[in-house]
DNA sequence: CAAGAGTTTGACCAAATGGTCAGGATCACG
DNA sequence: CGTGATCCTGACCATTTGGTCAAACTCTTG
């Protein structure tokens, strides 16, 4: 048997209580890095005591690893997409924006893993190394291949991806940056944001006679 | 009477002490963020006991404020230089290029601040809202007063200096990520990436009939 | 309603952390 | 060489931190 609740809830209270632990640590560990987070503090946002919390989840560790591996997933759906239909141009512009949409709704996870990379990426250098990379090297031999069959301008596709990951993600990962700089409030530089990354992008891919 | 040393060195034992101690933290800080990094690991780095470190400095505070005001002013230089001579776009690209140079050479200190504005900012929210604020809209006019004058594509200023910061500093806050994926070790990409910026701005501004 | 499963808590612990302090070691300089 | 200023350290402290545990509470279900 073992020490804490099994991962699949089986009651609405596990279910409830697993869920408003992630979302705190999310809160959490977006804001502090792993090591600057504290269980109290994650406790208590979530709403709980400490060792209610750790009934949940056996360790710190397991709710940060429980969190990242949770949004791999989600993260790099975006990518798996890409080149799925339309124009190469018009795929690689909207995968740039759905990745801008994402910054814009789910920053807290884009921290999150923004955090994690920063500080050496210790526990998810083995996805990056594995699952993301193959990944990655995959659609750039795609757009590699679009840019040889004469459909988008030469580039180089890694740095491409590169640059679309820096520029969407800039956006939640620097939000008080981004805010503090742009006086007005709200998300509206959102669109904006929407507009030159299009043009950018756009100018990059098209080829001109 | 203060408890510390004062602020400039008055002997050489002082300047080296208070230089390995500097060197130290951004190690530290820039790997684990304020609330991750601890004394202990800072005067270990630095080669000194714990007391000794707080003999130089007054508190952890001290020395992360201090090395966060210190790496601002260097840290904005090359934006302050943009359009001190030659053509619009090439002054652009210049600046993406010394920003990116900048990312390879001082990676610490990149992740310093990236810690520091993921994490919200708290100790530098005054001078990105204060002078920051006043030099990008300064040059923000600049570009687009160039924009006007149809010396460059038009585009939204401030937008495309995020899109700078962004890109370029993205391979020194992303590292471990970026070298997850480009296989070969060494700082090649820099190349690469150095190119693909050139490509990606002298497209995006130069004006084609 | 009884009883077992599932949930919650207060009290507790060892280690780590930021910081203090009195005194000793070392250095610069007359 | 002596002496005052500078530098360094071991011992210590209060607080915080991740984590444990036995006991109590509550929920479900036969």
Redesign the pocket.
Known sequence: MDKA?SRTP?????AR?REAILDAALDVFSQHGFRG????QIAEVAG?????L??YF????AIHVRLLSGLMDSWLDPLRHLGDAGEPVDEIVAYALRKLDMARTLPRESRLFANEIVQGAPRVLDMIEGPLKTLVDDKAALIGGWAQEGRIAPVDPHHLIFSIWATTQHYADFDVQVRGILTPEGDAHFAEAAGFLTTLYTNLLTIRP
Not at 10 to 14: A, E, L
Not at 37 to 40: E, F, G, Q
Request: charged fraction near 25%; avoid cysteine; hydrophobic fraction near 25%.
């Open positions: 609740v089986r009651t609405r209270i596990q209580n987070a504290t269980l109290d709980l005591s400490k060792p209610n750790l009934y056996p360790s710190k560790e």
